[in-house]
């Protein structure tokens, strides 16, 4: 795959480190806003922890912006996923008790112990796509389709065996099913409380659960 993909009126640009700082900006404005684990876990915005931890994939080249011109209309984070993953997910957790990335991570490192993906499609690695932005103002033309196939095109090049997410929205959740991935687990928010049985993460209607998706590569 070229750092650039023409597709119809829109270019597919492997991110660069050059580019991060602008892939943040369009992803607080179309991707944290949205996103059901920012919105329902207070307060709105998203840690610096968090932006970190999207800004880390970028040097492993699989994180993709598509563009018309120069301006950014949809962006997909990715990074590589091993065997270990829960475990490092359940440490670094623990490691931010008491902010709003280490409540985020708690969740996420039980909906990662639970899918199992490793064990189920015996791989030694996966991609994962943990952020998907689109342009609010152009939805409807397909971009998160095509970002998410172009994804999966260079998963391939780069010998990924799969490509894995975590829907924690429903319309994200409906892509992946029209884009043909599989279901693999699905988690209700309800599920994570604390010792008191308080409910942690609480996302606005219609997001009541968070559902893993996988498609072979």
Not at 39 to 60: K, Q, T, Y
Request: proline share 7%; hydrophobic share 40%; charged share 25%.
């Amino acid at each position: 795959m070229s750092s650039i993909l023409p597709f119809d009126d829109v270019e597919f640009k492997v991110v660069t480190a050059e580019d991060s700082e602008r892939l943040m900006q369009f992803l607080h404005v179309h991707y944290y806003r949205e996103e059901p684990l920012t919105i329902g876990c207070p307060p709105p915005e998203p840690d610096a922890e968090d932006e970190a931890f999207l800004l880390s994939n970028v040097p492993h080249g699989t994180c993709l912006m598509a563009l018309c011109g120069e301006r950014i209309v949809g962006a997909a984070v990715a990074g590589p996923k091993m065997p270990d993953e829960a475990e490092h997910q359940f440490e670094e957790a623990a490691r931010l008790t008491g902010t709003k990335w280490g409540r985020i991570l708690g969740f996420l490192a039980i909906v990662e112990r639970d899918a199992n993906v490793f064990q189920r499609f015996n791989v030694p690695k996966a991609l994962h796509l943990h952020a998907l932005g689109v342009d609010a103002t152009l939805r409807g033309r397909r971009i998160g389709e095509r970002i998410v196939s172009a994804l999966g095109s260079r998963g391939r090049e780069l010998g990924y065996p799969v490509l894995t997410t975590d829907c924690t929205s429903v319309y994200s959740a409906r892509l992946m099913e029209r884009l043909n991935f599989q279901l693999l687990n699905t988690l209700p928010y309800t599920s994570y409380v604390d010792a008191a049985g308080v409910q942690l993460i609480k996302p606005p209607a219609p997001h009541e659960q968070v559902k893993t998706y996988v498609l072979r590569l």
